[in-house]
């Protein structure tokens, strides 16, 4: 099993960018997918979900209006569109796969928001 995030970066208050996480090694359309992030000296919070076939999506207080869930099933991977975007956004960035039975993780990948 393998996720593997990409898109992260430095970018200055108001940009945007784009994750993207690229799955392997389980049946994709069968899990719900996750963003999570964690900021130094925080907890990892859930920032954004998805169903297996993208009917349902939910997104954290912090990020509703700002920020888009979406996934491709016959791509195998699931992104996270931010748009203006804060210093308070600043954190490493984990894509999750969750079923009733297992629960996957990436690697990460880090977004700081600073001018």
């Known amino acids: 099993v393998q996720l593997v995030e990409s898109g992260g970066g430095l970018v200055q208050p108001g940009g945007s960018l784009r994750l993207s996480c690229a799955a392997s090694g389980f049946t994709f359309s069968r899990y719900v997918m996750n963003w999570f992030r964690q900021a130094p000296g925080k907890e990892r919070e859930l920032v954004a979900s998805?169903?297996?076939?993208?009917?349902?999506?939910n997104y954290a207080d912090s990020v509703r209006g700002r920020v888009t869930i979406s996934r491709d099933n016959a791509k195998n991977a699931v992104y996270l569109q931010m748009n203006s975007l804060k210093p308070e956004d600043t954190a490493e960035y984990y894509c999750?796969?969750?079923?009733?039975?297992?629960?996957?993780w990436g690697q990460g990948t880090q977004v700081t928001v600073s001018s």
């Open positions: 999750n796969a969750r079923s009733s039975l297992f629960s996957y």
């Open positions: 998805i169903s297996n076939i993208g009917g349902s999506t």
